[in-house]
């Protein structure tokens, strides 16, 4: 099976696609996108602040632009913010000759991994862990029906994570053609 010319990872916050994405683009040998950051680099302001200024649909806007233009973009893994699924015109963008992975983490790992953070605008007030539960409730079915593959990354480190992916996606990577040929053994 010829490895798929974009990988796109979709899911929660703090489910690990930035972690994840740049890790399974290197196993792959392709280069890692990450479109928050990549928005952020161009607005010259951080996500809280574009919330800020232009509020939530301001941000939705830039993203659309975003992931329009990043579809284009071959031998990549992207990395999608969580709510990319929302408006349904993303959805041809996050498919587009991709293989679209949900990485699907549960709500004790979200809140978790996003206890901390100052960065997520929609995680700033009295509730996160309501809003955690009710982004799950809407999205966990948006993310599923877009999936190509389901992985979840629950008590998994990030390297095991990868190591599954890699195998779903394509078990021969050009790493591992490189460490098939320094071997002697031809033809993996
Ligand atoms: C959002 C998730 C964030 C970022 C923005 C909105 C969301 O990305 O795009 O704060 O709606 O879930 P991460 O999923 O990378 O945290």
Request: with cysteine; charged share 30%.
């Amino acid at each position: 099976m010829p490895l798929p010319k974009r990988v796109v990872l979709v899911g929660p916050m703090g489910a690990g696609k930035s972690t994840i994405g740049r890790m399974l683009a290197k196993e792959l040998g392709y280069r890692f996108l990450d479109s928050d950051r990549i928005i952020e680099e161009r607005c010259g302001a951080n996500i809280p602040w574009i919330f800020d200024v232009e509020g939530e649909d301001g941000f939705r806007q830039r993203e659309t632009a975003m992931l329009d233009e990043l579809s284009g973009e071959e031998r990549t893994v992207l990395a999608t913010g969580g709510g990319a699924v929302m408006k349904p015109e993303n959805h041809p963008l996050l498919k587009k000759g991709a293989v679209v992975i949900y990485l699907k983490t549960s709500l004790e790992q979200q809140v978790e991994r996003t206890r901390k953070d100052r960065n997520r605008p929609l995680l700033q007030n009295d509730d996160p862990v309501g809003v955690l539960k009710r982004l799950f409730r809407i999205r966990d079915p948006l993310y599923c029906r877009l999936a190509d593959i389901i992985m979840y990354t629950d008590r998994k480190s990030p390297r095991l994570v990868v190591r599954q992916l890699v195998n779903k996606i394509n078990p021969r990577t050009p790493r591992h053609r490189r460490q098939m040929r320094k071997e002697g053994r031809s033809h993996a």
